[in-house]
C-alpha cells in the first residue's frame, strides 16, 4: 500500500470544518506526515490512524498551519508512554521553539526524538526500499517540498519457467530478483529474462505545499506518479495568489503537466471559498491536466 | 450577562471528541479567555464565538493542554486584520516562545500584543466595573488559578420616592448612587435609602485548572458565585489524582463548600472515562455540594 491520507486541505485560517494541512503518508508497514497543523492529533483520532506508527516528521516551514500542531502530537505520544525514537525533519528555527515547549513540562520525553534541521536540498531518509528527499519551494520564508520514492523492486521470479531451469539453484534466486544473469559451471547462460518479469515499476509522491507558482519545482519531480501541488485561488485571482506566494489551480497543474506526473492533488484552499465552490478548484486544473483529484480531509489517496 | 461558555473540558489526551482546556468568560461587552488548549480557534468557530472581542486572555499554566492553541489564535487575529491591543497574562517563559512563533512568520503582527507576566497572586486587571486576580494554585509546574469579579453596583433611584424630594439636583443623582445622602443648603438631610435601592449584588467567577486537591484556594475565592474546578478523577483514583498533581470529584466539590461557592462547574475529565461516564462526575459531586454541573463542550452557564 502506498497512499495519502488528507488530515487538513484548508489554507492557514480554519473555515468550514476545512483544517490546516497535515497529510498522512503510509508506505509498505510505515506512516510519514507531511506537516502538522493545529488539531492534526484530533483529526488523527477521527480518521483512525494510529499515531504510534509514525516514525517521521517532515515540516515544509515555519507558517502555524503547518507546524502549530506538532507540539500536541509529541506530548501526546508522550503521554501514551510512546518508546519508539522519532525523527522530525524541519527548518532550524522550530528546534528551541520545541526545547522550551518541551522544557516548560519539567518531564522528560518517554521516547527519543531527533531533530534533523533541512539545510538545503538533499536526501532526509534513505532506507532499502525507499527515500524521502527535499526540494527547494518559494514562500515568503524558508520552505521546502518533499518527494517521497520507494526503489526499484526485485524482479519477479516466473515460476512455470523456471521450473525448465532446474540447473539454478535456489541460493541464486535473490540474485535472479536482482537482474543478474546464471552462469552455469558449464558456462552456460541463463539470460535472467527467460526465468523472471518485472515487478510493478516504483511509485513515488510528491508534496509541494505552499509556494509562489515556480517552474523549476517539476525540475525535481520528473515522472511523478502523484503530486500533490497548493492550489490556493481559482484561475481568476493569480495576482493575488502571486502576492501571497501562492498558486492557483492553473498554475497547479501545470506544475503536474510539466513534471509529467500522472496524477495531481490539489488543496490549502483558501478561506474564502466555502465548500459548495470547491468543484471549480477540481475543473479547471483539469482544463491544463487531465487527472486532478480535490484533496478532501478524511479520504486516502492511492498514490 | 456574566457567562461562562465552555469549549474544552478534557484533561491533555485528547479522546471522545472532547478537547483541551478553554473556556469563554462573557462579562458585559468583554470577553475573555480562560486557557487555549489546541484546537480553541476552531472551537470559537464551532460554536460562534467572535475572536475579536477577546481584550484578555489568561494562562494558567504551561502544559500544552492549556496553551497549545494560543499561538493559532493570534496569528487568525493576525489574518483577519485585527487592530485592537490584545493582552496576555501567562507564566514567563510562554513569551519567548510566542515571540520565536511570531519571528518565523517574518511579518508584523497588525495589532500591538502585550505579554503580562504572571509573577505572583494579585491583580491583574483592574477595571471600573470589574477585576481579575490570579491566587496560586497546585500543580507540577507553576500554576494560577483565576477570580473574575464584578465591582459593587451602583445603588438604583427609585423613580417614584425620588419624586417626593424635588430638591434634589439631578446633578446630585450620581452622588446617590453611590450610596452618598443629599444635604439640602438648609441643612435638611434626606438619607440615601429614602430615594434609591440595593442593585443586584456583584457576582464572581473563579477558575481553577490543574491542581492538587489543596483547601487554601478555598481561601482566596470566599464567596464566589460559581467555581470551575478540575474534577479530572472520580473519588475512588484519589491516590492516581494525587501522583498527578489532580483532583477528584469529590475533592472538588470539597473546594467549592469550603469557598462557600454558591455553584460548582467541574471538567478536566480524564480521556479513561468515555462521555457515558460522565454523569458519574456530578453524581459523585453533588454527595459534597448540592449545587454542581458538568462542564460541556459548547454550553453556556450563568454566573
Redesign the interface.
Known amino acids: 500500500m502506498f497512499g495519502v491520507t488528507i488530515l487538513g486541505n484548508n489554507s ?4 468550514y ?1 476545512r ?2 494541512t497535515a497529510q498522512v503518508i503510509t508506505l509498505n508497514d510505515g506512516l510519514f506526515l507531511f506537516d502538522c497543523g ?2 492534526t ?2 483529526q488523527m ?2 480518521y483512525k490512524i494510529r499515531r504510534s506508527r509514525i516514525q517521521h516528521i517532515f515540516i515544509s516551514h ?4 503547518h507546524y ?2 506538532l ?2 502530537l509529541l ?2 505520544m508522550s ?2 508512554d510512546r518508546k519508539a525514537p522519532l525523527h522530525v525533519y524541519a527548518p532550524q ?2 528546534e ?2 520545541l526545547k ?2 518541551v ?5 522528560k520525553l518517554p521516547y527519543d526524538l531527533f531533530f534533523h534541521p533541512i539545510q538545503g536540498a538533499g536526501v532526509l531518509v534513505d532506507e532499502p526500499q525507499f527515500s524521502v528527499s527535499c526540494f527547494k519551494v518559494y514562500h ?2 524558508d520552505a521546502w517540498g518533499f518527494l517521497i520514492k520507494e526503489k526499484r523492486k526485485p524482479r519477479k521470479i516466473d515460476a512455470e519457467k523456471a521450473r525448465d531451469y532446474p540447473a539454478i539453484p535456489l541460493l541464486f534466486y535473490e540474485h535472479l530478483q536482482n537482474g543478474e544473469d546464471y552462469i552455469a559451471p558449464d558456462g552456460t547462460v541463463i539470460k535472467n529474462e527467460m526465468v523472471t518479469y518485472a515487478n510493478i515499476p516504483p511509485k513515488s509522491y510528491a508534496y509541494s505545499a505552499d509556494t509562489i507558482f515556480s517552474p523549476s519545482i517539476a525540475e525535481h519531480i520528473q515522472g511523478v506518479t502523484m503530486l500533490y501541488h497548493e492550489a490556493t485561488y481559482l484561475k481568476d485571482l493569480e495576482e493575488r495568489a502571486a502576492s501571497r506566494h501562492h498558486c492557483t489551480t492553473v498554475q497547479a497543474a501545470t506544475i503536474a503537466r510539466l513534471a509529467g506526473a500522472q496524477k495531481l492533488l490539489i488543496g490549502h484552499f483558501s478561506s474564502q471559498y466555502d465548500n459548495d465552490k470547491l468543484y471549480l478548484f477540481e475543473e479547471e486544473a483539469k482544463e491544463v491536466f487531465p487527472s486532478v483529484q480535490l484533496a478532501l480531509e478524511g479520504v486516502t489517496y492511492e498514490v
Chains 1, 2 share one sequence.
Open positions: 492557514a485560517l480554519p473555515a470544518d483544517h490546516p493545529e488539531g492529533q484530533m483520532n477521527k515555519l507558517h502555524g498551519d502549530f500542531g507540539a500536541g506530548t501526546s503521554l501514551s528555527d522550530l528551541l521553539i522550551l515547549q522544557m516548560a513540562y519539567d518531564t515568503r520564508i
